[in-house]
């Protein structure tokens, strides 16, 4: 089984310090996809396209996956493991890390925060002007395997609050970074019992 951390959207890369050590150290081998991003829309089609063939590079064919999502990437989500399922390589299951959730329908990241209690927040750094009014691919059967939240940024209280309410599996480790690693990479075992 690998662990696929997939980074933020706009070019940013997967966070959470210790992460791909501490999975090492637990035997799930984490893949650590580069996502290129550019300034051209559609955005999102374009990082779950280039997350997909990222992970085809790193992943064997067939080798089950965690999909674990940081940050915008977050509601990408359902599209990035529709792909994975296209591609025969079975999903056992999600994560996101201070992410907002997938939403039914084709909301906008506009949508998704207002409706998120993420509304204020500020743009992040170069955000292009048509990324937060877009319409985001969505998966209509997800989720097709166990979720779970990892809260480490208090911001997003709200969007673990409602993972919660969801019945997914949440760590909560705000104010406690040195613990974030371990969490995530338990977290992830429990997914996959």
Same mark, same amino acid.
């Given at each position: 089984m690998i662990t696929v951390l997939l980074p933020p959207t706009l070019r940013a890369p997967f966070s959470l310090p210790g992460a791909a050590e501490e999975l090492t150290a637990r035997g799930r081998p984490p893949a650590l996809p580069e996502v290129p991003d550019d300034d051209t829309p559609p955005h999102a089609a374009r990082y779950v396209a280039r997350a997909s063939l990222e992970i085809n590079r790193l992943v064997a064919a067939g080798a089950p996956t965690v999909l674990v999502a940081e940050g915008d990437s977050g509601p990408l989500l359902g599209a990035i493991g529709a792909a994975q399922r296209a591609a025969h390589r079975p999903v056992l299951g999600y994560v996101l890390v201070d992410a907002p959730l997938p939403q039914p329908g084709s909301p906008t990241r506009a949508d998704i925060s207002r409706n998120q209690g993420l509304d204020g927040l500020p743009d992040r750094e170069g955000e292009p002007a048509a990324y937060r009014t877009e319409r985001l691919p969505t998966v209509p059967d997800w989720p097709d395997a166990p979720c779970g939240y990892l809260l480490t940024d208090p911001a997003f209280a709200h969007p673990a609050h409602l993972a919660?309410? @969801?019945?997914?599996?949440? @760590?909560? &480790? /705000?104010? +406690?970074? $040195? @613990?974030? $690693?371990? +969490? #995530? $990479? $338990? #977290? &992830?075992? +429990? #997914? /996959? @019992?």
């Open positions: 919660g309410m @969801r019945g997914w599996v949440v @760590r909560d &480790v /705000t104010g +406690e970074p $040195a @613990r974030a $690693a371990g +969490e #995530l $990479a $338990a #977290l &992830v075992g +429990e #997914l /996959t @019992r």
